[in-house]
């Protein structure tokens, strides 16, 4: 199981990947988990948890959006762990109803991929309803050393959680499955999302963990925001 230590007592360990990730956190007394994968990979993902954290309870479930490769699992895991769940005002509205969106490609394939997905609809990519706790819609410091951004583009309620200063997991606003490039198959508005890269650069992280992939650095992120920003900016 990969992982991340500080020497301030905060940890991150990665405890879903192939087809989606998931990272659970430790700081101090405080556990979150930051989102669930799909419905496909739950008892994969209690049994990673449950390895990190034995028997206690999550604090808080942060979904960086609610697309169902995401959010599939996130009734189950409040209901099991007990903790609130902490999404992006701008999709609270989707998780009462069970179902949000498919986001639009950003690219020939993928927008057809979008189209087809777009008609089937909520029986293929749909979820278990549940409410939000607590609904950002500006930066929030969630508790010590862990701040919740709003970062807009892949998504309309994308967000992104900073970790002590140093690590960002940032979901499908970034995408890491193919060599030196990090921009997502699909993206609502690519023009928000260069505009989130801004932000996410400016938070000063040297370390991005997406939602598909491995961890894409700083270096890597400026490179691919100057690239895009000529095209999206322009």
Known sequence: MKSYLFSNNIAIYKVLSGTGN???VKTGSIILLIDTGSKYFRKRLVRNIRKVIGNAKIDFLILTHTHFDH????AFIKKEF??????GKNEEIYTKLGYTPIPKGSNIFTKLLSNIGSRIGSKWFGYESFECDIAVDEDL????KIVVAPTPGHS???????????VAVVGDNLFSVFPNRVFPPFADNPTEMIHSWEKLVQTGCKLFLPGHGGSISNSLLIRQLNKYSRKYNS
């Open 156 to 166: 309309i309620g994308s967000i992104s959680v900073i970790i002590n200063n140093n």
């Open 22 to 24: 998931s990272f659970l």
């Open 141 to 144: 410091q969630l508790v010590n």
């Open 82 to 87: 007990g903790c609130k769940i902490v999404a």
């Open 71 to 74: 959010c599939q699992n996130a």
